[in-house]
């Protein structure tokens, strides 16, 4: 199955480097119209943070992370979300349809690694 996160390989790039050095625990999906099909090369892309535990995420932790991507290369809006914020409606329409992006920061099991199908959930693309 093809990649469905609607994301140039070099803004993906960036966007795991900056999760892993600011955010490296957290296990990171994203969601909206680059997942859905509906998006274009101007859409901003929304992520949801899972945090340990799904536990709040830092404050300044996600200040931090949304600075370097508003700083970074990516010329796109970059939406970021705490799991643990989010109302249960929220998490229920995002579990609907997202891609996990990267998972604790691990390099092994970001994007391309991973194939997901929302409510069925993200197992390991075999080879």
Known sequence: MPDRLHLPARHRRVLEALLR????????W???????????????????LRG???EDIPADQLLDFEEAVRESTIPFL???RDWARLPQRFHRAI?????????????AVSGDDV?????????KRES
């Open 21 to 28: 050095e600011h955010l490296p625990d957290v296990e990171v």
């Open 30 to 48: 994203a969601y909206g119209s680059r997942v859905n099909g509906l998006g274009h090369d101007g859409s901003d892309l929304d992520l949801v």
């Open 52 to 54: 340990p535990g799904l």
């Open 78 to 80: 970059v939406e970021a």
């Open 95 to 107: 579990e609907r349809e997202y891609v996990v992006v990267l998972v604790g920061g691990d390099p």
């Open 115 to 123: 194939e997901q199908q929302g409510d069925r959930g993200a197992r």
